[in-house]
């Protein structure tokens, strides 16, 4: 079954789950805020998605942190998103062990 990750009151994880929904995908959802986004879980999508991939600099949350942070390599990336959940693009769609969709827009899930 497909996991969709997303943050509950994101527009365009709506969008993804209304597509997903109407194309009677099955899914999962997993809410990064609400189930949070451990060490493990955040491997996990690293092992998928590239660190550089996987950081919303459109974000609030990346407008609001310090130049140091937004400074960034692989350990304090990771360090980064375990402590701002926000960070992580979305929504993220785990299709299967090697395959993650990052972000949605019209049409993406098509092929599904």
């Known amino acids: 079954m497909l996991t969709l990750y997303i943050i509950s009151n994101c527009d365009t994880c709506r969008k993804a789950r209304n597509a997903l ?3 009677g995908i099955p899914f999962k959802t997993y809410d990064l ?4 986004l451990s060490a ?3 491997e996990h ?3 998928r998605v590239p660190l550089v991939e996987a950081i919303n600099k459109r974000s609030k949350t990346w407008r609001e942190l310090s ?3 937004k400074d960034f390599d692989a350990n304090s990336g990771r360090e980064l998103l375990l402590k701002h ?3 992580l693009k979305r929504p993220l769609l785990e ?3 090697e395959t993650m969709l990052v972000g949605y827009q019209d049409g993406d899930y098509d092929k599904l």
């Open 21 to 23: 929904d109407d194309k």
């Open 33 to 36: 805020r609400k189930d949070g």
């Open 40 to 42: 493990p879980l955040l």
């Open 45 to 47: 999508i690293l092992h």
């Open 67 to 69: 130049d140091e942070e």
């Open 85 to 87: 959940p926000t960070l």
């Open 95 to 97: 299709v299967d062990d």
